[in-house]
């Protein structure tokens, strides 16, 4: 099973940018998809993007597209979440998530696809 830890949370005014990284262990990191997701105090969990094992396919939420790039190192067991443009709803604390044996170039974006979760890193954006 793999292990994933987060980091890269802090505090940022709005319009600033962090980048997210979630680091795995383990060997077989490239046979994951990975996946980030979020949860505001008082809200469910919400998916903000997902790629696929290879690299190849990214998905994103309607509400961070065109804001927020998740990317991969398969060479670094990391799956990254630039995040610029940043607005106080996007407020929360960030997991990141592996699902096993997805298809190949398949992206997912339910929770329940998933298998491992890090501990969650968390994002405030001031106004």
């Known amino acids: 099973q793999v292990q994933l830890v987060e980091s890269g949370g802090g505090l940022v005014q709005a319009g600033g940018s962090l980048r997210l990284s979630c680091a795995a262990s383990?060997?077989?990191?490239?046979?994951?998809?990975m996946g980030w997701f979020r949860q505001a105090p008082g809200k469910e969990r919400e998916f903000v993007a997902a790629?696929?094992?290879?690299?190849?396919?990214?998905n994103y939420a309607d509400s961070v597209k065109g804001r927020f790039t998740i990317s991969r190192d398969n060479a670094k067991n990391t799956v990254y979440l630039q995040m610029n443009s940043l607005k106080p709803e996007d407020t929360a604390i960030y997991y990141c998530?592996?699902?096993?044996?997805?298809?190949?170039?398949?992206?997912?974006?339910?929770?329940?696809?998933?298998?491992?979760w890090g501990q969650g890193t968390q994002v405030t954006v001031s106004s």
């Open positions: 998530a592996a699902k096993a044996l997805p298809y190949y170039s398949g992206t997912y974006a339910s929770q329940y696809d998933y298998n491992a």
């Open positions: 790629i696929s094992r290879n690299g190849a396919n990214t």
């Open positions: 383990g060997r077989t990191f490239s046979s994951y998809a």
